[in-house]
T-cell receptor, first 111, second 114 residues
Framework: GQQLNQSPQSMFIQEGEDVSMNCTSSSIFNTWLWYKQDPGEGPVLLIALYKAGELTSNGRLTAQFGITRKDSFLNISASIPSDVGIYFCAGPTSGTYKYIFGTGTRLKVLA | DVKVTQSSRYLVKRTGEKVFLECVQDMDHENMFWYRQDPGLGLRLIYFSYDVKMKEKGDIPEGYSVSREKKERFSLILESASTNQTSMYLC?????????????FGEGSRLTVL
């Protein structure tokens, strides 16, 4: 099925570093959602974005809704070991009940 | 906070058994979904429901059925489990008919079919 493209696919970073990842689509979205999923657990909603250009923070996490409405970005500042996991974006398709999900970015933090 | 609760975190069943996966949400959401998640395939929609007793097939409904008798509860049924249904099953819910809202997931149910 259709997926949103995320990059990078995976990344190793040192504890304390900042992390950036993005999500792109070939079509416009009106809502962008960012999730974190730990192994064996369900995804947890981190941030929701509703307006082009919007910048929203949740603790050390900041996400932005791209101006073109075809992309979104997630930044994590001062990473800590518990940030390890898979981050993925998602968005509802207009006029349907379906959500499209990103391919995921696997984050590994080196202490 | 929205809470989506899945009844079983881990199940092991035998081929041919009937399997019930239960999901309950506590935020009066109209929409509820069942997905399965497999490595390399991402999240795939099995069924969704936009109201009590209403259901729509998703992308991979074969081998599954659902039931929504009450607004807060959405059940996934495997009539005759097969080994290719071994997977992580995720229930989710969202608010609103316009589908512009946040989607909340349960903790997941890891099903192994032997």
């Amino acid at each position: 099925g259709q997926q949103l493209n995320q990059s990078p696919q995976s990344m190793f970073i040192q504890e304390g570093e900042d992390v950036s990842m993005n999500c792109t689509s070939s079509s416009i979205f009106n809502t962008w959602l960012w999730y974190k999923q730990d192994p064996g657990e369900g995804p947890v909603l981190l941030i929701a974005l509703y307006k082009a250009g919007e910048l929203t923070s949740n603790g050390r996490l900041t996400a932005q809704f791209g101006i073109t409405r075809k992309d979104s970005f997630l930044n994590i500042s001062a990473s800590i070991p518990s940030d390890v996991g898979i981050y993925f974006c998602a968005g509802p398709t207009s006029g349907t009940y379906k959500y499209i999900f990103g391919t995921g970015t696997r984050l590994k933090v080196l202490a | 906070d929205v809470k989506v609760t899945q009844s079983s975190r881990y199940l092991v069943k035998r081929t041919g058994e009937k399997v019930f996966l239960e999901c309950v949400q506590d935020m009066d959401h109209e929409n509820m979904f069942w997905y399965r998640q497999d490595p390399g395939l991402g999240l795939r929609l099995i069924y969704f429901s936009y109201d009590v007793k209403m259901k729509e097939k998703g992308d991979i409904p074969e081998g599954y059925s659902v039931s929504r008798e009450k607004k807060e509860r959405f059940s996934l049924i495997l009539e005759s489990a097969s080994t290719n249904q071994t997977s992580m099953y995720l229930c989710a819910s969202s608010l609103g008919v316009a589908n512009t809202g946040e989607l909340f997931f349960g903790e997941g149910s890891r099903l192994t079919v032997l």
